[in-house]
């Protein structure tokens, strides 16, 4: 029984991670950048700014399939603006870090080895 849920939990950590880097690819090619963002011309970014507003803002009343398109947003402007420290970026793990602390969205980095 161990076994199985270990196993589970290792699918689920990199379906995650999978889908989170699904999401910054997508925003890199709409934007035409394949870089993270130019922060020499740009004033840091306040992460309160995607804080929820409300309960219902986070989405926890639907499927957690679902969620994902509507915290897209979020997460694009997480990645793409300059919310990090020191006004630059912020890594995949902040914005998994920021997903679960503040929207209650679990995520698991995994290393992806090819």
């Known amino acids: ?3 199985v ?34 922060t020499t011309n740009q004033a840091a970014m306040d992460p309160a700014d995607l804080l ?5 803002a986070k989405f926890l009343d639907i499927r957690y399939e679902d969620r994902w398109e509507r915290l897209r947003p979020v997460i694009t402007q997480l990645y793409m603006g300059i919310y990090g420290p020191g006004g630059k970026s912020m890594t995949i793990r902040q914005v998994a870090e920021f997903m679960k602390d503040h ?4 995520a698991a980095l995994v290393p992806i080895i090819s």
């Not at 929820?52 to 219902?56: G, K, L, M, N, T």
């Not at 929207?103 to 679990?106: A, F």
């Open 1 to 3: 029984m161990y076994s």
């Open 5 to 38: 849920a270990l196993f589970l939990c290792g699918w689920f950590a990199g379906w995650f991670a999978g889908r989170l880097s699904a999401i910054i690819r997508a925003a890199s090619s709409a934007t035409g950048s394949t870089s993270l963002a130019d």
């Open 52 to 56: 929820p507003r409300s309960q219902e």
């Open 103 to 106: 929207y209650t969205l679990h």
